[in-house]
């Protein structure tokens, strides 16, 4: 079992940057592979970044690379979201999620969601 707890999120002006955090526990956590997804308000839930449970097979949205950089902390037990150059449309709920070896842009392949954490980009 994986616990997931997100944390970071806030109201920024275009421009600006926010890190998100996303806090793991459980007996296999260094193991997971971790994602970042995001809903916006009358959108579907989309794919943002993954990263391997090793820290490698990275992956990012279109709309995301080159502003934003997914990394583990050297403990294995958080994962975090890097977000520069933001603009309103980066506005969404931002939500964690685990799977044991899956890194990619599924959703429905993540066993485990954190319960997300609001980003406001204001123009």
């Known amino acids: 079992q994986v616990q997931l707890v997100e944390s970071g999120g806030g109201l920024v002006q275009a421009g600006g940057s926010l890190r998100l955090s996303c806090a793991a526990s459980g007996r296999t956590f260094s193991s997971y592979a971790m994602g970042w997804f995001r809903q916006a308000p009358g959108k579907e839930r989309e794919f943002v970044s993954a990263i391997g449970w090793s820290g490698g097979n990275i992956n990012y949205a279109d709309s995301v690379k080159g502003r934003f950089t997914i990394s583990r902390g050297s403990a294995k037990n958080t994962v975090y979201l890097q977000m520069n150059s933001l603009t309103p449309d980066d506005t969404a709920v931002y939500y964690c999620?685990?799977?044991?070896?899956?890194?990619?842009?599924?959703?429905?392949?993540?066993?485990?969601w954190g319960q997300g954490t609001q980003v406001t980009v204001s123009s």
């Open positions: 999620a685990s799977h044991p070896v899956y890194s990619g842009r599924d959703a429905s392949r993540y066993d485990y």
